[in-house]
């Protein structure tokens, strides 16, 4: 008999799930069922705000084939809400009172928006409670006032949208990545920009001090205005002759007043775990699974994506403590955990002699900023600077080197943090070619040239694309979210793709965060007519 499997939202991470899991369900093995509360199919939220400027067409976000998987036999129900999990009867209650039985459930939920504290901004309830129409989930969507919006979903983007096309100033309250690439895209489009946050600079928590300071200055130069050092405390509404009350401006604590015509709050996001916290599942930063992706409170039910932490369960007996660690928020982590669990789930039922093996750990990703004026990239341990002596500098019995090159003139700085000769962290603006070198070095954990400097020459003017043995070495990864390397995308040149857009299409490369496009368009610039790498 097929397994029952639910799986409880259907974004870019769930419809992974659902694509690996068809070979499955086409042999029988797994009768699934996915739940969606969006009326859309599944599709790319890293890319809205492209979307909502008119940068990206609406069928570029799409990320997987629902009609395919339909033929196949998934149940995919749309603008459907589970409401209650009841896990001694193992069934779902779903928002239109349907109990959905189950063998196995996955929570693929993702995350919700960060509501700051301001007045006049509703935020959603603390506590969990039933709702009044008798639900055991109250979902706490309440309505943000009219011309004050976060970026999640595609009404969010049609908002943001129809603000850019009407020429209103867009303030954006918050400068982590999200919040900046947002401020550049709307800046692009046209429309008048300014973005509010608490600290000295933008994007402080993935950046040091210089590196933010540059960046700051290639907002400014790109038409972003920045009000720093502001305390965002309330939002000023004004009533229009429709008698409906819109955002005016943004009150701070030193009584600074931000005008604007559309608020944008960009101050991170939560993962969705109310569901599995009601039904007594262990949550912390989320619902809390093991090395197996395995609810540390019910073998029978898994998370992938923003919604899942990943954490050791705790030693019986062991002191209780904060479980270490959280989502991270990439979509690349979230589609291989997707893959991974699939895979697991189609080996256990197949009864496949080799069991699959061990979901890899992930540490912090490569934060990538998607800006044409200011390429930015960092990872991994950055906030250490070079003269100093303090604890920050030692990790285990091995002191912490820095090696730093600026030139603030163009726009352009390099941070290396290294440990036993092998990088920590890096921080790279404005130095693209140098930042896909630091990139691979970090992810693989490999050993630095003792001369740092010989690292930049990929930014310099004598750069020949032959010299990057590395960057753009046949298994040097390009795509970070799908896994996808120089001799894939070679090959699928050789095969016919000539845009990045035909690579993506045939590879699925740039369709995560779309970061990689600018380096897939210039290995396709340096492809000669010569036979394909062996696969």
Known sequence: MAERVVLVGYGPVGARFVEELLPAVRAGLVQLTVVGAEAAEAYNRVLVAEYAVGEAERESLEVTDAEEAREAG?????????????????????????????????????????????????????ALRPSEDGDALDHGETPLPAGVTVLRDLDDAERLGEAVRAGSRIVVLGAGVLGM??????????????????????????LDRAASTVLARGARGSGVA??????????????????????DA???????????????????????????AIAGLPVSRGVLVDEQLRSWGDPDIFAIGDCAHIAARPVTGARSSEPAGGPLGLIGAGWRQAEWL?????????????????????????IQLKADSVDVVAAGVVHVDPWDDGPEQVCGDERRSVAQWSDPDHGRYVKMVT???????????????????????????????????????????????????????????????????????????L???????????????????????????????????????PS
């Open 74 to 126: 998934v149940r995919i129900l749309t603008a459907t809400t589970v409401v209650e999990l009841r896990r001694s009867r193992r069934t779902v209650l779903l928002g239109t009172r349907e109990q959905l039985p189950y063998d196995r459930l996955v929570f693929a939920t993702g995350a919700r928006a960060q509501l700051p504290t301001l007045d006049g901004v509703a935020r959603r309830p603390a």
């Open 181 to 206: 690439e947002l401020a550049f895209a709307a800046a692009r489009a046209g429309a008048e920009t300014c973005v509010v946050f608490h600290g000295a600079g933008p994007m402080e928590r993935n």
């Open 226 to 247: 920045l009000v720093a050092h502001a305390r965002a405390e309330s939002v000023l509404l004004r009533t229009g002759d429709d008698g409906v009350p819109r955002f």
């Open 250 to 276: 943004l009150l701070c604590a030193d009584g600074k007043q931000i005008a604007g015509e559309l608020l944008v709050i960009s101050c991170g996001v939560q993962p969705r775990s109310e569901l599995a």
């Open 342 to 366: 699939a895979r697991r789930f189609h080996d256990e039922l197949s009864g496949a002699a080799e069991p699959s093996e061990p979901l890899a750990e992930e540490s912090d990703g490569v």
């Open 419 to 493: 440990r036993a000769g092998r990088l920590e962290g890096f921080v790279s603006v404005g130095m693209p070619r140098t930042a896909a070198e630091l990139t691979l070095l970090f992810q693989r954990g490999s050993e630095l040239p003792a001369d740092r400097s010989v690292l930049l020459r990929h930014d310099g003017p004598d750069y020949e694309p032959s010299d990057a043995a590395g960057a753009l070495g046949p298994t040097a990864t390009v795509c970070w979210c799908n896994g996808v390397t120089v001799e894939r995308i070679t090959n699928a040149a």
């Open 495 to 533: 095969a016919g793709d000539v845009t990045v857009a035909d690579v993506s299409r045939s590879t699925r490369a740039g369709t995560g965060c779309g970061g990689c496009k600018g380096r897939i368009g210039e290995i396709l610039s340096t492809i000669a007519p010569v036979a394909p790498l």
